[in-house]
């Protein structure tokens, strides 16, 4: 069973980065395509980033030139990197396959104040 760990998260100001990291144990995780996905409070779970096995990604509107996502195959891991935060981002992050996906992890919690 392949497990995802999610970290990097944390309290930052509206403007702010931060570099959130999803590691995967099995090898498999390489031939798969990854998203990060954000629940904010009261709201629905939703798709924000993904990349494919081949490094195409995608991103939803509301973060389209700000966050950019990127993966390591060497090291299992998927990156997200936050730029110019708004408070609206503030959620919970979590990262899981696009397809098939496996049991969530316990996210990392991504707080922007103004």
């Known amino acids: 069973q392949v497990q995802l760990v999610e970290s990097g998260g944390g309290l930052v100001q509206a403007g702010g980065s931060l570099r959130l990291s999803c590691a995967a144990s099995?090898?498999?995780?390489?031939?798969?395509?990854v998203g990060w996905y954000r629940q904010a409070p009261g709201k629905e779970r939703e798709l924000v980033a993904s990349?494919?096995?081949?490094?195409?990604?995608n991103y939803a509107d509301s973060v389209k030139g700000r966050f950019t996502i990127s993966r390591d195959n060497a090291k299992n891991t998927v990156y997200l990197q936050m730029n110019s935060l708004k408070p609206e981002d503030t959620g919970v992050y979590y990262c899981?396959?696009?397809?098939?996906?496996?049991?969530w992890g316990q996210g990392t919690q991504v707080t922007v104040s103004l």
């Open positions: 099995g090898s498999i995780f390489r031939l798969r395509a």
């Open positions: 990349i494919t096995s081949g490094s195409i990604t």
């Open positions: 899981n396959f696009v397809r098939a996906a496996v049991s």
